[in-house]
């Protein structure tokens, strides 16, 4: 498969490239990033990258280029994944889809009326201990699982104060749309995709309200830190919802004065429950002997999986988990919480 990078920035470097590497066949005609310099260390590390360019426009317009990797912040998401699908391009697009529900929907719209792959960068679903507590869902393992409680919160977590991270523009919000996506996300595909029906939410921003007077340790993208920039999104979410299976209720932070992180999901069932430690193993306790068991399993690198399953996906013509059509319930959840906080009041679908 002959493809272009477009954003060659961390999860490009840490995460896609790793990845695109271990699997065979693939060639990175172009990496794309508007700080040049950023491609061309990835085409001088990696043997199977080509060209490094600051123009996507001429990957787009290379025939031999059949898929695009869109791994750009969330709001260039939305033009470039547009422009590379109207190039007849099939296309992987980071999470979240973009900055809000109704773009990722044109997104969507466009995909399907070309006929064009476009699966968003959900690694979640392809995680072993998900798709474990999936099937152990559909084999009616936990009964019924009648609420989900999950919690991402952190000590210090702000990443890139005052950059496109805490720029709602750019970003399209904070811990919820960073951090909340991959939980919400997998908790819908665990559950079967249930209806959302009333969903309310409160989204707060107190932590680094003065940029300047923000204490840490550590920061996440701390280069792309301004100090005289913008902080306009939620560092710390928590909210309620109904849909036609469980209910779901959570807490997140970026930051808190809580010197205790948590990043674990609740899975409660009448007949067992699960704690699912995020990106690891998970419990399960049986509601009959009280036992509970900690299986034991190799967890593949889900960055691999995602791209491999994207791969086959634009040969089958296929659409997987991950595709967009599959993922427009977890954006109409996060574009519902963020009303729902704007206005004050719980909001029915
Ligand atoms: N799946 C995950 O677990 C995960 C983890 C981290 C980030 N992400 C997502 O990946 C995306 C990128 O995040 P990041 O941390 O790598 O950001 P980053 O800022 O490190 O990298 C983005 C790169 O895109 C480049 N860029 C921006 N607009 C461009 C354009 N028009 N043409 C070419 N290059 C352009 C920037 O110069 C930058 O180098 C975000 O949407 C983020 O939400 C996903």
Same mark, same amino acid.
């Given at each position: 498969m002959v493809i272009a990078v477009i954003g060659c920035g961390r999860i490009a470097q840490n995460a896609h490239f790793p990845a695109l590497e271990k699997i065979e066949g693939v060639r990175v005609k172009y990496a794309c990033d508007l700080i040049i310099e950023k491609a061309e260390a990835l085409k001088d590390k990696y043997d199977m990258v080509e060209n490094a360019s600051t123009d996507y426009q001429i990957a787009l317009a290379d025939p031999e280029v059949e898929a695009v990797f !869109?791994?750009?912040?969330?709001? /260039?998401?939305? $033009? !470039?994944?547009?422009?590379?699908?109207? /190039?007849?391009?099939? %296309?992987?697009?980071?999470?979240?889809?973009?900055?809000?529900? /109704?773009?990722?929907?044109?997104?969507?719209?466009?995909?399907?009326?070309?006929?064009?792959?476009l699966n968003i960068g959900v690694c979640n679903r392809y995680h072993k201990s998900v798709e474990m507590l999936r099937e152990m869902n559909e084999r009616g393992e936990f009964g019924n699982i009648y609420h989900v409680y999950c919690s991402f919160r952190a000590h210090r977590g702000i990443p890139g104060l005052g950059g496109a991270f805490t720029t709602k523009a750019e970003s399209g919000g904070g811990v919820l749309i960073d951090w909340g996506i991959h939980y919400f996300d997998l908790i819908l595909y665990i559950l079967g995709a249930p209806e959302l029906k009333t969903l309310t939410a409160n989204a707060y921003n107190?932590?680094?309200?003065?940029?300047?007077?923000? $204490?840490?340790? *550590?920061?996440?993208?701390?280069? $792309?830190?301004?100090?005289?920039?913008?902080?306009? !999104?939620?560092?710390? !979410?928590?909210?309620?919802?109904?849909?036609?299976?469980? *209910?779901?209720? @959570?807490?997140?932070?970026?930051?808190?004065?809580?010197?205790k992180g948590e990043a674990f999901i609740d899975f409660m069932g009448d007949k067992g429950g699960a704690r699912l430690d995020y990106g690891r193993r998970f419990t399960f306790w049986s509601g009959d002997t009280l036992e509970s068991f900690e299986p034991e399993y190799d967890i593949?690198?889900?960055? %691999?999986?995602?791209?491999?399953? @994207?791969?086959?996906?634009? $040969?089958t013509g296929v659409k997987n988990r991950s595709h967009i059509d599959n993922i427009l319930g977890s954006m109409l959840l996060l574009d519902t919480l963020y009303q729902s906080a704007e206005r004050g009041e719980e909001i029915k679908l």
């Open positions: !869109v791994l750009t912040p969330n709001f /260039a998401h939305y $033009t !470039v994944t547009m422009d590379a699908l109207r /190039a007849d391009k099939h %296309v992987f697009c980071e999470k979240p889809v973009t900055i809000n529900y /109704a773009l990722s929907c044109e997104m969507a719209e466009e995909a399907n009326k070309r006929g064009k792959m107190e932590m680094a309200k003065d940029i300047k007077s923000y $204490t840490y340790k *550590s920061m996440w993208a701390e280069e $792309t830190m301004d100090p005289e920039g913008t902080n306009d !999104v939620d560092d710390m !979410v928590t909210g309620f919802i109904r849909t036609s299976g469980s *209910s779901i209720s @959570f807490n997140g932070a970026w930051a808190q004065n809580i010197g593949p690198n889900m960055y %691999v999986c995602e791209d491999e399953a @994207f791969f086959e996906s634009c $040969t």
